[in-house]
């Protein structure tokens, strides 16, 4: 049977494309500003992916009785931040493709690709400070909202590319939820639904259930997809990718909790290999310790957990509905 929330999202996945078209289409005369600016700025947009962050925060308003359309800002805003942390992260792990293209940063060179992302990162709280659909107090708290996601991603990044920088292989179970929380949790799940619903004239009840229900789920996302690089679609073009880049990610941060597996797994990790055996090899420590089902089990704690929160509150039934199927859709491919 089909997730409900993979169909609304298939609905509903370019309802917002004119809308966030308009940030960057006419807005300059100068043809080299808009070459060297807004065109790429347009273009990453236009090839955009699932936009579950900004159609969740417009669900979350109607969820606490408001009008989604009220929301449309705020979700424009958080998808602009999303597309400055993916330009910008594209650089930092020296990706290649991105949605099928190449990385800005290959396209437009270095220098233009940090400026572009930049100039997103603007949008994240302009687009809500020019909507006049809403009044000055939500305005303030949206931005305090947006800002505080901001701040705690830029964190939760710090964390993950300094370990790897400096060779750390001390790291915790509890320190890798930490940078995941801040990294993707935040972004991916709390605040667009807490901000949905504040717009939505939620009650502070609903908007911290909300919160929580995307901390849980949001950080679910992440394990997701620390587990699909490694055993998901061998044809992905970022398949096992992590394994080769050192990654930090919960399989690996409790498989090195095994003596007997540490020295080789961390010969492994710190390598930069490519070589499918390898890959397959260090896949097979992780199946050894018992990392990847530790992994899984924790991501389905944290759905469970994130439904028992949404239980405890009342929304509109059609949207709960499809939140506990966001739930699902999250680590469907677990199972």
């Not at 705020?74 to 293209?101: C, N, P, V, Y």
């Not at 300094?162 to 949790?185: C, E, N, P």
């Not at 020295?263 to 390898?278: F, H, K, Q, R």
Request: glycine share 8%; aromatic share 6%; with cysteine.
């Amino acid at each position: 049977m089909a997730n409900a929330f993979a169909a609304y999202l298939a609905e509903h996945h370019r309802d917002l494309d004119a809308y966030l078209d308009a940030f960057f289409v006419d807005r300059t005369d100068d043809a080299d500003l808009d070459a060297y600016l807004y065109a790429p700025l347009r273009e990453f947009s236009e090839n955009g992916g699932k936009r579950h962050r900004p159609l969740i925060c417009m669900l979350a308003a109607q969820a606490t009785g408001g009008d989604p359309a009220r929301a449309r800002s705020a979700a424009a805003a958080i998808e602009h931040f999303q597309s400055a942390a993916l330009i910008h992260d594209d650089i930092a792990d020296k990706g290649r493709l991105r949605r099928g293209k190449p990385c800005m940063y290959l396209t437009e060179g270095v220098g233009r690709a940090i400026n572009c992302g930049d100039y997103d990162l603007t949008l994240a709280c302009d687009a809500v400070l020019r909507d006049r659909g809403l009044d000055d107090a939500t305005k303030l708290r949206v931005i305090g909202e947006l800002t505080a996601m901001m701040q705690r991603t830029v964190e939760g990044q710090a964390l993950d590319l300094g370990w790897v920088q400096d060779g750390r292989f001390d790291i915790t179970v509890d320190d890798y939820l930490v940078m995941a929380t801040l990294k993707t949790a935040h972004y991916s799940g709390a605040v667009p639904l807490a901000v949905g619903a504040i717009i939505g004239g939620g009650t502070e009840e609903q908007v911290e259930a909300l919160r929580s229900f995307g901390l849980d789920t949001g950080l679910a996302f992440q394990i997701q997809d620390d587990l699909l690089n490694l055993i998901g679609d061998a044809g992905d073009k970022d398949f096992r990718s992590d394994i080769t880049e050192g990654k930090r990610t919960l399989v690996a941060v409790h498989a090195l909790g095994c003596e007997e597996r540490r020295e080789e797994l961390v010969g492994l990790l710190t390598s930069g290999t490519t070589d499918p055996a390898d890959l397959d090899r260090a896949v097979g420590i992780f199946e050894e310790t018992g990392s990847i089902a530790f992994a899984r089990d924790r991501a389905l704690a944290l759905i469970a957990r994130a439904k028992r929160t949404l239980a405890g509150i009342e929304l509109d039934a059609r949207c709960a509905e499809l939140l506990l199927a966001m739930a699902d859709f999250f680590v469907e491919r677990l199972r």
